[in-house]
């Protein structure tokens, strides 16, 4: 099959960005095709359609905090492709890019927080009998970090598990090795 150049440009984003839904703009619309249309009509109840052959559904993007929050919801992460031109004075096709890779720990729109709590992302480092750890809330700016060395590690780290709860939380495999966390 033939691919335009605007479909060439998809999947050189969709590449790029395997690991993610992609909501690719078209103008008012964010636009998903193949798997992430017919993965994300199944998951939001869309309406599945095709053009010359190739799956894809979209939402309207002055809405698409309600379609984000949902597929996030459900453990999905998303990139936001923008058209990086104006294709009202753009000659041929408009340059896109991802601007934006929407994750639980990454979410800063007060429509899709619980303002109730922090939004924490939780970044960890350890390494033999020590972890430092780090807590940020992208939406507020706050940030906590903390270490802990010998016997303390392994309690530490729950602790601080527990009085953050965070949304999203990254680690190298070397934290695995601290039994009582991965367990956790």
Do not use: W
């Not at 998903?32 to 894809?56: H, I, Q, W, Y």
């Not at 303002?115 to 350890?126: G, P």
């Amino acid at each position: 099959m033939a691919l335009t150049a605007m479909m060439q440009q998809y999947l050189q984003l969709k590449e790029k960005h395997k690991d993610c839904i992609l909501f690719f703009r078209l103008g008012d619309f964010y636009e998903m095709f193949f798997e992430d249309a017919k993965l994300v009509s199944k998951e939001l109840e869309l309406t599945l359609t095709a053009r010359a052959g190739v799956p894809m559904c979209g939402v309207p993007y002055h809405a698409c905090e309600v379609y984000l929050k949902k597929l996030i919801d459900k453990g999905y992460k998303v990139a936001l492709c923008e058209q990086m031109q104006d294709p009202a004075t753009t000659k041929g096709l408009v340059e896109r890019d991802v601007i934006r890779l929407v994750t639980p720990g990454t979410l800063y729109e007060d429509s899709m927080l619980d303002e109730s709590r922090n939004n924490y992302i939780a970044c960890f480092y350890a390494k033999e009998d020590s972890c430092g750890m780090v807590f940020a809330d992208i939406s507020t700016g706050e940030a906590d970090i903390s270490f802990f060395e010998g016997k303390e590690v392994e309690q530490g780290v729950i602790n601080e598990l527990s009085r953050c709860q965070p949304a999203e939380v990254i680690f190298p495999e070397s934290f695995l090795s601290l039994k009582a966390v991965a367990d956790f």
